[in-house]
């Protein structure tokens, strides 16, 4: 066999185990990618009785991991670089060479209707279920606010390294990839928005910066739960959970899109509040209903406030640890197409809904 011939061999075998390895990675991924993200999240979480990462000396006021605000406690400003090498891209946008890259199109869409109206929103129902929208909306909430220092409020981020567009171009690069550890510029950016302003309405709020995906995405959901209920041991005064993610949407042609809706002349990202249910008892979630009453408040005292604001509420068969406790939903602000400037925006809004319906209750 001749040189050239065994360099060839030898190069096509090595491509090949490569193209394994990483197709593997990839479906593994992507697996568990479609277990989550389609809510079948089916057992319940086992939350050790001491978790290494929950300790006290992780979780003080305002350090790196985790910030606690109140009205007499300043809001967090410690938003500081991950010290590892998963999900990092380079924000240097000066220094990407994309001179023979492939574009993909972003279509703005603003959502709104859906199989299921009430008043001023939408809620798309994906079950087979029949729910008085009406009578969650006008249902008690089982806690009341309670004017105090102490937290009432808890965010979370159990995929904290998704992340977002830098600019507003109406494409997106091949190489496109939105994760991020680094908190200035992924949705725990987002949630930081959200703490300073329930902070400046008054309320206290607990902000949970830990990525649970990171270093690894699968088992993200059971390492959230362990820090929610963490904290729920550790401030009994919390009554809302909000599980803040970023969505991601792309068509069969590699078209992204972008939701959005204006508010005082600016684009900002619309949100997406999803709430399960456990109608046939396939979860441990006695507490749905009390959810599905938060979710339909804060959808309307958004559309109210901000119209435009409220993607359709996904009303779906799915857990997503909103079985911890009454007040737990999980809200999707703007997808990858949107602007980190749009969903920060966003997050100053939502804060100002979730103090509304809290000083309501």
């Not at 869409?109 to 729910?131: H, I, M, Q």
């Not at 703490?195 to 008054?202: A, R, V, W």
């Not at 009453?293 to 009303?315: C, D, H, I, N, W």
Request: net charge negative; glycine share 4%; with cysteine.
């Amino acid at each position: 066999m001749k040189a050239s011939e065994k360099i060839c061999k030898l190069t096509v075998l090595t491509v090949s185990v490569i193209t394994t390895i990483f197709s593997g990675a990839y479906l593994t991924e992507k697996i568990h990618s479609l277990f989550t993200k389609e809510g079948m999240q089916l057992l319940n979480p086992v939350f050790a009785g001491n978790n290494e990462f929950l300790t006290e000396s992780e979780y003080t006021l305002n350090n790196d991991t985790s910030s606690v605000t109140s009205k007499a406690v300043p809001a967090a400003a410690n938003i500081t670089d991950a010290d590892t090498d998963y999900a990092v891209k380079d924000h240097d946008a000066a220094d990407t060479d994309h001179t023979f890259e492939t574009t993909y199109l972003v279509t703005e869409s603003l959502f709104r209707e859906s199989n299921l109206s009430c008043n001023n929103f939408y809620v798309k129902n994906s079950t087979d279920l029949s729910p008085d929208i009406q009578g969650y909306l006008n249902k008690a909430l089982p806690f009341k606010y309670e004017d105090t220092t102490d937290p009432q409020v808890l965010i979370v981020h159990t995929h904290a390294t998704e992340s977002f567009m830098e600019e507003d171009v109406g494409y997106y690069y091949e190489s496109f990839y939105p994760r991020d550890t680094n908190d200035n510029y992924n949705i725990v950016r987002v949630g930081k928005e959200i703490t300073d302003t329930l902070t400046k309405n008054g309320i206290g709020t607990v902000h949970c910066c830990k990525h649970h995906d990171d270093p690894q995405y699968y088992g993200a959901y059971d390492n959230s739960a362990d820090s929610i209920m963490y904290y729920l041991e550790k401030y009994p005064t919390i009554k809302i959970i909000l599980d803040i993610h970023r969505d991601s949407i792309t068509t069969e042609e590699n078209e992204k899109i972008k939701p959005t809706f204006m508010y005082n002349g600016k684009k900002a990202a619309q949100i997406m509040i999803m709430c399960g249910n456990d109608n046939y008892g396939y979860y441990d979630f006695p507490n749905w209903e009390d959810n599905l009453s938060l979710a339909v408040k804060l959808q309307s005292a958004a559309e109210t406030r901000y119209p435009g604001m409220t993607r359709p509420l996904y009303f779906g068969n799915f857990m997503y640890n909103m079985n911890l406790a009454p007040g737990s939903l999980l809200i999707e602000v703007g997808t990858d197409a949107n602007t980190l400037d749009e969903a920060v925006l966003t997050g100053e809004l939502l804060g100002n809904v979730i103090a509304e319906v809290l000083f309501e209750s």
